[in-house]
Nanobody, 116 residues
Framework: QVQLVESGGGLVQPGGSLRLSCAAS????????MGWYRQAPGKQRDLVAT????????YYADSVKGRFTISADNAKNTLYLQMDSLKPEDTAIYYC?????????WGQGTQVTVSS
């Protein structure tokens, strides 16, 4: 049973930083790709960033490009999302996602609130 457990969310002021972590129950190389999505109240769940585990190739949504960085630590089986220069519009529940061939997996989500 695949488990993805997020941590690192919280309350931060505009312009601040947070680092989200997603601990996988097994090797991240068992996944073809991993990423982060977010869902703000009353809105759909949107893609934030992805990483291809074999090549390290990354993709970012335009709204976070230049501010967020996705990375993976193979030894720790952990995916990260470094979020800098946070804005109030980044407020959302952030979900970790992983894909193994045609099967997708989700974490339970972690709340990020950007407010003064």
């Amino acid at each position: 049973q695949v488990q993805l457990v997020e941590s690192g969310g919280g309350l931060v002021q505009p312009g601040g930083s947070l680092r989200l972590s997603c601990a996988a129950s097994g090797s991240i190389f068992s996944f073809n790709s991993m990423g982060w999505y977010r869902q703000a109240p009353g809105k759909q769940r949107d893609l934030v960033a992805t990483i291809t585990t074999s090549s390290g190739t990354t993709y970012y949504a335009d709204s976070v490009k230049g501010r967020f960085t996705i990375s993976a630590d193979n030894a720790k089986n952990t995916l990260y999302l470094q979020m800098d220069s946070l804005k109030p519009e980044d407020t959302a529940i952030y979900y970790c996602w992983a894909r193994a061939w045609i099967q997708g997996y989700w974490g339970q989500g972690t709340q990020v609130t950007v407010s003064s």
